[in-house]
């Protein structure tokens, strides 16, 4: 069974308590289990990576918007967010244990010609991407703790 993830990009004004969802990253990302068990620790079998942001529970003060699509799916999985400053500190060039075939892209566990061990950089592509620019340009505006991705995973 395949899982794909769902979220909002949520900020806050400064000194406000209230979140808003503004960006529903349904329409951005697409499945990566590197990413998610990179950054969330969502399918991290065997251990791949070490999560930055691993089962966090729901936000706090979660936005109307995410609260409302994530109620509608009817029992969220992996549920968990980061704020924008946490980004900050993530090192993209981070190993994991797996190793990624140069010529297919494919996840292999062992060592091999034209082989590399994947880091946490090699998913960072496409509206992944897109996704993280966004976010800083909001960073800017708003402030790096006043960003926060919040997300959860469907199994259906």
């Known amino acids: 069974m395949g899982a794909d993830i769902n979220g909002w990009v949520e900020i806050r004004e400064e000194h406000?308590?209230?979140?808003?969802?503004?960006?529903r990253i349904d329409d951005l990302v697409h499945r990566s289990y590197g990413?998610?068990?990179?950054l969330f620790g969502f399918r991290n079998w065997p251990h791949r990576f070490r999560p930055?942001?691993?089962e966090r529970?729901?936000?706090?003060?979660?936005?109307?918007?995410?609260?409302?699509?994530?109620?509608?799916?009817?029992?969220p999985v992996g549920e968990t967010w980061i704020l924008w400053s946490e980004f900050a500190d993530i090192n993209w060039n981070e190993e994991g244990r797996q190793y990624i075939d140069?010529?297919?892209?494919?996840v292999e566990s062992l060592p091999g010609?034209?082989?590399h061990r994947e880091r946490?950089?090699?998913?960072l592509v496409d509206g992944w991407v897109t996704l993280f620019e966004k976010m800083a340009a909001l960073a800017e505006e708003f402030g790096a703790e006043n960003v926060r991705l919040s997300v959860w995973f469907d199994m259906r």
Do not use: K, N
């Open 35 to 38: 990413m998610f068990c990179s």
């Open 16 to 23: 406000a308590d209230a979140w808003r969802g503004v960006i």
């Open 113 to 115: 010609l034209r082989r």
């Open 52 to 54: 930055v942001a691993p």
């Open 120 to 123: 946490r950089g090699d998913y």
């Open 57 to 75: 529970g729901a936000p706090p003060g979660a936005s109307a918007e995410y609260e409302d699509e994530r109620d509608g799916y009817g029992g």
């Open 102 to 106: 140069e010529e297919t892209d494919y």
